[in-house]
Structures are given as C-alpha cells and as structure tokens.
C-alpha cells in the first residue's frame, strides 16, 4: 500500500504566496510521476502540474510563470510553490502519483492524496 499526505494549503490575500508539499511512502518501487490537481466548487477536477522522472514539469495555462513544480526523489516528495495568487485559485488541490509497487510484478497503480484547501481572498 501506498500513502500520500499532503500539507502546506491555507488561506492568503491575493498576490500571496503558499508552498504545498506531498510526501509518499509505504510499498514503493518507484515513482513515474507526481503532480498536483485541483478542484474549484461547482467545477471538475483538473491538471495543475506534473513531472515525470527525468521529464519537464507541464502546467496548465494559468498557472505558467506563476506556480513552479518540483521533486526531492530521496524523500519522495512534490512541492508546489504557488507565488502571485488569484482568487481563481481557490480550490482543494490533490496530490496525484504514478507508482510501480515495491512487491513483485511491480504493479503500476495511480493514487490521490487527501486533499488540501487553499483559499485566496480578493
């Protein structure tokens, strides 16, 4: 089995700044990618940023040059720095991996984090 926690969400004014971090653990071969999702009230879920191992971080259009992903591979972990904030930031962001199982055949299974709220105040 595999956990992912997640912490760092909060409540900030507009132009703030909030760092979100996602550790996993437990039964972990390795790690193809991390990224985060967020959902908005009313609204679906959605791709904020991911990177593959040795790959380039991808982001959704409204976060570029504002948000910046990144991994410690030896903590197995993904932060996301999240600078310039917007009120349609708000929502709960979910850490998201793709991990291959410690146990043999080394299955490859997508997992979620609990979710972590960030609001941004006008």
């Known amino acids: 089995q595999v956990q992912l926690v997640e912490s760092g969400g909060g409540l900030v004014q507009a132009g703030g700044s909030l760092r979100l971090s996602c550790a996993a653990s437990?039964?972990?071969?390795?790690?193809?990618?991390m990224g985060w999702y967020r959902q908005a009230p009313g609204k679906q879920r959605e791709l904020v940023a991911t990177?593959?191992?040795?790959?380039?971080?991808v982001y959704t259009d409204s976060v570029k040059g504002r948000f910046t992903i990144s991994r410690d591979f030896a903590k197995n972990t993904v932060y996301l720095q999240m600078n310039s904030l917007k009120p349609e930031d708000t929502a709960v962001y979910y850490c998201?991996?793709?991990?291959?199982?410690?146990?043999?055949?080394?299955?490859?299974?997508?997992?979620w984090g609990q979710g972590t709220r960030v609001t941004v105040s006008s």
């Open positions: 998201n991996a793709d991990i291959s199982e410690l146990t043999w055949p080394r299955p490859r299974n997508t997992y």
């Open positions: 990177v593959t191992s040795g790959g380039a971080p």
């Open positions: 437990g039964s972990i071969f390795s790690i193809n990618a």
